[in-house]
């Protein structure tokens, strides 16, 4: 496919309007990313990501379908553009081509409040839909961190997980129907999930783009909740919050939040769940090596000998911070709470009261969306999530731990709890004496922490998607169905237009 494609930009403004089309350098370079981390070390490094050739601003489904099918006639790469809040380089038009913001397509068409479900277009901000939601007294109940940056195509696309996923589920759980335009510049609308036999939404949801472009979804709704109950405990280590979420999940209780953070990440937050406000030792040590205007040399040193560092942070008590968070009516969310603290005085948790919940909820999107201050000072962090049974959490933990610590300062918390397991949320940080150093060494520690998830039976995601960071590693984890993605494609997409390279980088032709 040619990496550009200036003979189509004409045709291209004829179809959506000479305003919905760029091709100037700035809308250029913003396109070519996203906000997956390698990229930065790719910069770093002296390299500049492929550009697009064009960025284009559909109106509706039927323009969508117009620009699909006219990208066929040429032979152009799509890729599909909700908000661009994608960690794992979903995004990134590496065979150039045509990048497709949806970002107009954000009605709300219509809301059937009696069956609980409400339609709306994919570019619409998950932020703008669940404040129009609860102005009816409902709620979508997805609460992705990435709220206020991300889009209903988006999460479809990369199967999202909000933070009350325990309660609501993950999106896959809400998805009635999709209304997707396929690689031959059709507009078609999936059976309803419940419609018997195959679900076909299920293979829409964590496509990324790659089998078609969702254009709108329609949702499930609940009711917006009217009381919640929040409490923080201090249990005693890891195994004993581990325990406490096990036994809620599969007692039946339904908490909207579980969330247990190991020795060093309860450090970071402090013992008041607030991380933006934590003033616990750690982030003092940060902040100190960090400095204000400092030169960063303390941090890049300590984050340069990773197994120093994870040998210090094995000298921290063992103590940890979990979160609870019921929601439902007074009486549910009151009886989902003494529920779990009946069940946590059995491990001997301390009772935080609720303070660390509810602060934890007040910055709950206080997420940087800014390139971290530690790239300023010359080192590098990311995060990734797995997932597993209960049996299995344990062990995932100080295997991955184990694995990705060779190459890089680790620590964790686990959150999203169902009654048979969870996942697992890593932040590692590093640094090198270059950025080519420091991108061998980031490579390292993904491929370490993905290998060991692999070899362990566990997920290689929970809800991040797969993009350019897990592409290799797609094969290992679901075998033979490799090649049903092949046929797949094949017929959804048989010019392969749509978004290449990814999900399944390897993916037979
Ligand atoms: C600070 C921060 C916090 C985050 N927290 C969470 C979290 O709590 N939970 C979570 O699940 N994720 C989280 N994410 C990751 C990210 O927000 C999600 O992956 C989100 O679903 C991406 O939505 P988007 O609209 O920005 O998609 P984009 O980044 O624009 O695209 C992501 C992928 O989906 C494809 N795509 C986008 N729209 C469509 C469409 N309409 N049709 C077909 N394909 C499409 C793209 O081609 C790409 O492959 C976080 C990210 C950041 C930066």
Not at 40 to 68: N, S, Y
Not at 337 to 348: C, E, K, M, S, T
Request: net charge positive; with cysteine; proline share 6%.
């Amino acid at each position: 496919m040619p990496p550009s494609a200036p003979p189509i930009v004409d045709a291209l403004r004829a179809c959506v309007g000479e305003r919905q089309v760029s091709t100037t350098p700035p809308d250029r370079v913003a396109y070519a990313r996203d906000l997956w981390p390698r990229s930065q070390l790719d910069r770093l490094a002296g390299e500049a990501p492929q550009r697009p050739a064009a960025v284009v601003w559909p109106a509706d489904a039927a323009q969508v379908a117009e620009v699909v099918a006219l990208c066929r006639q040429h032979r152009v790469p799509i890729v599909p553009f909700g908000a661009g809040s994608g960690v794992c380089g979903g995004t990134l038009p590496i065979h150039g081509g045509v990048v497709l913001d949806l970002k107009r397509l954000k009605a709300v068409r219509q809301l059937r409040p009696a069956d609980g479900i409400v339609e709306v277009e994919a570019g619409c901000v998950g932020e703008r839909l669940e404040r129009w939601l609860n102005r009816q007294g409902l709620s979508l109940g997805h609460f992705p961190s990435s709220i206020l940056c991300s889009t209903v195509g988006g999460w479809v696309a990369t199967r999202s997980a909000g933070q009350c996923s325990s309660r609501y589920g993950k999106i896959e759980d809400m998805v009635v129907d999709l209304e997707v335009v396929g690689g031959d510049g059709v507009v078609r609308r999936t059976p309803r999930a419940d419609a018997g036999g195959v679900d076909w939404n299920a293979i829409y949801v964590g496509s990324e783009g790659t089998l078609g472009v969702i254009t709108a979804a329609t949702l499930r709704v609940q009711r917006l909740p009217t009381a919640q109950a929040f409490r923080g405990w201090r249990v005693p280590n890891i195994e004993a919050g581990v325990e406490i979420m096990r036994r809620a999940m599969q007692a039946g209780l339904r908490p909207s939040v579980l969330r247990l953070y190991d020795p060093l990440d309860t450090l970071m937050v402090g013992s008041d769940g607030d991380r933006k406000a934590a003033k616990g030792p750690l982030h003092s040590l940060k902040q100190g090596l960090l400095g204000k205007g400092g030169s960063g040399r303390g941090l890049r040193w300590a984050l340069g000998h990773p197994r120093l560092s994870n040998g210090a942070v094995r000298l921290i008590p063992p103590g940890c911070l979990l979160l609870a968070v019921s929601e439902g009516s007074a009486a549910e969310a009151r009886a989902t709470d003494d529920a779990i603290a009946a069940i946590a005085r059995g491990v001997q948790a301390e009772d935080l009261g609720e303070g660390p919940a509810r602060a934890w909820l007040a910055h709950r999107y206080a997420v940087s969306f800014k390139q971290s201050r530690i790239y300023a000072a010359g080192a590098f962090v990311d995060t990734f999530e797995v997932a597993t049974t209960w049996g299995e959490v344990r062990g995932l933990y100080d295997a991955v731990k184990a694995a990705v610590g060779r190459h890089v300062l680790v620590m964790a918390h686990f959150s999203h709890a169902y009654p048979g397991g969870c996942s697992i949320y890593f932040t590692f940080a590093g640094a090198g004496p270059t950025p080519q150093v420091m991108r061998a060494r980031y490579d390292a520690a993904w491929q370490a922490g993905l290998d060991t998830a692999v070899t362990r039976g566990a997920a290689i995601a929970h809800h991040h998607g797969v993009g350019l960071s897990r592409g290799r590693h797609m094969g290992a984890a679901h075998g033979e169905a490799q090649r049903w993605f092949g046929a797949l494609k094949a017929t959804l997409d048989p010019d392969g237009i749509l978004n290449p390279g990814k999900v399944f980088s390897e993916a037979p032709p």
